[in-house]
């Protein structure tokens, strides 16, 4: 019902912009906080700064590597970023002031761009075939100011093994590197499909994911309906089956006092650029007209809000 209420406020919000003439182009230099290497956050966010320096010459704009969503939420507030990619679950804490933030942060959204997927990933070979299995192993819960350690987290806690798991902080190629070596159990990462590392550490050992089912529901009930029950193919990392896991919006974030035309044009070379982000990476394709406005529980940008409109979406 909450979602329902938020997209008819968005709905009225658009229909209520008016045409203001020509836009003119931000110049400068535009920071985008993106995440590991190896994840999709990299990849997206390099092909979403090399587009934007193609439409707009007067800007440099800049990727930068982070930890992920709460990092790039953190670096947004702060002005030390323009954009940054967040998992929803993360933004709605982020503007609510709850925990890993001490406050509200004010941010908006300039698009939901792709969903993420929860990945338990472990050695074919070893000994983790359920959630509860992870009691007592050493299990790498992405890094700090993640996403990834947030829904990690979460699932521990739900699972009942949350005290008897030992934490390793790594990103992702660093989890990867550690499992393949026999230095972890198994590792989190929450990204889109495929994540280059895992995809490269499936070409070097038999991996598998481990089933999420009996924690997807508890999940959604403790937590929202920003998590969503569904699998990931078989086919994305060469896997026996699918898999059921559970998955998350991705929004590309802003703050509130970004300039309306700087947004206005950020949101434009989303769309008129999107072959370009797909090339970057395949969840380019994703980004879709009715889906991008669908950012609850962060409010529109007003100059996305207005390219939306004049763009009739």
């Given amino acids: 019902m909450r979602r329902l209420v938020w997209m008819a406020l968005v709905v009225l919000v658009v229909a209520g912009c008016h045409n203001l003439g020509e836009v003119p182009a931000p110049t400068g230099v535009i920071r985008i906080g993106t995440g590991n290497a190896g994840g999709v956050y990299a990849a ?3 092909g979403l700064a090399e587009a934007i320096r193609a439409a707009l010459p007067g800007v440099q704009a800049e990727a930068v590597l982070t930890d992920g969503s709460v ?3 953190e670096l947004v507030a702060d002005g030390k970023a ?15 002031g709850h925990p890993p933030f001490t406050a509200e942060r004010p941010i908006v959204a300039l698009a939901n761009l792709y969903e993420n997927y929860v990945q338990l990933v472990v050695r074919d070979d070893g000994p983790v075939r359920t959630v509860r299995d992870l009691a007592g192993r050493r299990v790498s819960i992405g890094s700090r100011a993640s996403g990834t350690a947030v829904v990690a987290e979460r699932i521990l806690a739900l699972s009942g093994v949350g005290d008897e798991v030992t934490r390793r902080h790594m990103d992702i190629r660093e989890s ?19 994540s280059a590392a895992v995809a490269e550490l499936s070409r070097r050992v038999n991996v598998r994911l481990i089933d999420l089912q009996e924690v997807a529901r508890p999940l959604v009930r403790t937590y929202g309906d920003l998590y969503r029950e569904t699998t990931v193919p078989a086919s994305v990392y060469g896997l026996a ?8 919006p991705n929004y590309l974030v802003v703050s509130k006092t970004m300039p309306p035309d700087t947004a206005y044009w950020l949101t434009k070379v989303l769309f008129e650029r999107q072959p370009d982000l797909a090339r970057a990476h395949p ?15 962060l409010d ?3 100059g996305a809000v207005r390219w939306y409109r004049e763009n009739h979406y």
């Avoid at 990867?176 to 495929?194: Q, T």
């Avoid at 980004?287 to 406005?293: D, E, K, S, V």
């Fill in 300 to 302: 529109l940008h007003p």
């Fill in 71 to 73: 990092e790039n939420i």
């Fill in 283 to 297: 969840e380019g394709h994703r980004l879709g007209q009715w889906a991008a406005i669908r950012t609850y529980p």
């Fill in 44 to 46: 997206y966010g390099a």
């Fill in 82 to 96: 323009d954009v940054g990619f967040t998992l929803a679950d993360v933004a709605a804490d982020a503007v609510a």
């Fill in 241 to 248: 089956s699918a898999v059921t896991t559970v998955s998350v």
């Fill in 176 to 194: 990867a590197r550690a499992l393949a070596a026999g230095e972890i159990d198994a590792f989190f990462w929450s990204g889109g499909l495929p």
